[in-house]
């Protein structure tokens, strides 16, 4: 899961509350953590959480989805449906 710098201090500092490994299961589980946020923060909305994913909250609620933005979240649901 690629997470920015910025959001994965936000989310071991506020969200987890510790510093966790730089692995591929630490990055699953910051991944993971910051999802639930979210999901949280949209009602469990998908489509919102991926695109606040991508595009950021503030800017998803500023602007609504950019279009690459619908794009992206397209492709993951697209990618969720195969492998459902």
Do not use: C
């Amino acid at each position: 899961m690629q997470i920015m710098p910025s959001t994965r201090t936000y989310v071991e500092a506020v969200l987890l509350r510790r510093k966790v490994p730089h692995t591929i299961s630490g990055d699953v589980r910051v991944g993971v953590a910051f999802m639930r946020e979210l999901l949280d923060e949209f009602s469990g909305h998908r489509r919102l959480a991926l695109a606040a994913w991508y595009q950021g909250s503030g800017s998803l609620r500023r602007h609504g989805p950019f279009r690459e933005t619908r794009i992206f979240v397209d492709n993951v649901l697209a990618l969720q449906r195969r492998f459902s």
